[in-house]
Antibody
Framework: EVQLVESGGGLVQPGGSLRLSCAAS????????MQWVRQAPGKGLVWVSQ????????RYADSVKGRFTISRDNAKNTLYLQMNSLRADDTAVYYC?????????WGQGTMVTVSS | QSALTQPRSVSGSPGQSVTISCTGT?????????VSWYQQHPGKAPKLMIY???ERPSGVPDRFSGSKSGNTASLTISGLQAEDEADYYC?????????FGGGTKLTVL
């Protein structure tokens, strides 16, 4: 079955860190660029970051640049998002997904809550 | 990195057609033929309906179509069905990043 499964979300205090993981299965993970998209409660989708297929090129939204790091381990079929210096406005469901194209797959999302 | 502009809501009756607009700038929508559209039902992950302005992924009904003119892209849904009621988001490539619209709630009357 083709799927993405996110994990690592939870409650963290402002200024804290969290690492999200996204495990891929059922497709050739190493052939695809990947992205993270987030959605605050009751709000719209916001693009966070993207990485190319071999991990050599990354892109970030201005709102997370310098605080978040996207990476991947193609041997483990896993995508990561290291989130540092977390703020209340980072509270959201975080989705991993393929960028728009003929092959579209999204995970179920993992909730990150930043609160004291 | 400003969000693309979408109407907050649109509505239509079963069988009718509706069009959702998505307005950006020459740096995103107008500059690239990489506009995509997502459908999201409550509590679910988004689903890609259109990519590269007008291409449909396998399995998406041909009732969904996309187009672009200048800095504005559009999603048209013809033959509205009850299950089309959802939130719709446009997205565009913008060179070094991607940007989403604020979302449009489609109500099927």
């Amino acid at each position: 079955e083709v799927q993405l499964v996110e994990s690592g979300g939870g409650l963290v205090q402002p200024g804290g860190s969290l690492r999200l993981s996204c495990a891929a299965s059922g497709f050739t993970f190493s052939s695809y660029r990947m992205q993270w998209v987030r959605q605050a409660p009751g709000k719209g989708l916001v693009w966070v970051s993207q990485i190319n297929s071999d991990g050599s090129s990354t892109r970030y939204a201005d709102s997370v640049k310098g605080r978040f790091t996207i990476s991947r381990d193609n041997a483990k079929n896993t995508l990561y998002l290291q989130m540092n210096s977390l703020r209340a406005d980072d509270t959201a469901v975080y989705y991993c997904a393929t960028p728009p194209g003929a092959f579209d797959i999204w995970g179920q999302g993992t909730m990150v809550t930043v609160s004291s | 990195q400003s969000a693309l502009t979408q109407p907050r809501s649109v509505s239509g009756s079963p069988g009718q057609s509706v069009t959702i607009s998505c307005t950006g700038t020459s740096s995103d929508v107008g500059g690239y033929n990489y506009v995509s559209w997502y459908q999201q039902h409550p509590g679910k992950a988004p689903k890609l309906m259109i990519y590269a302005v007008s291409e449909r992924p396998s399995g998406v009904p041909d009732r969904f179509s996309g187009s672009k003119s200048g800095n504005t892209a559009s999603l048209t849904i013809s033959g509205l069905q009850a299950e089309d009621e959802a939130d719709y988001y446009c997205s565009s490539y913008a060179g070094t990043y991607r940007v989403f619209g604020g979302g449009t709630k489609l109500t099927v009357l």
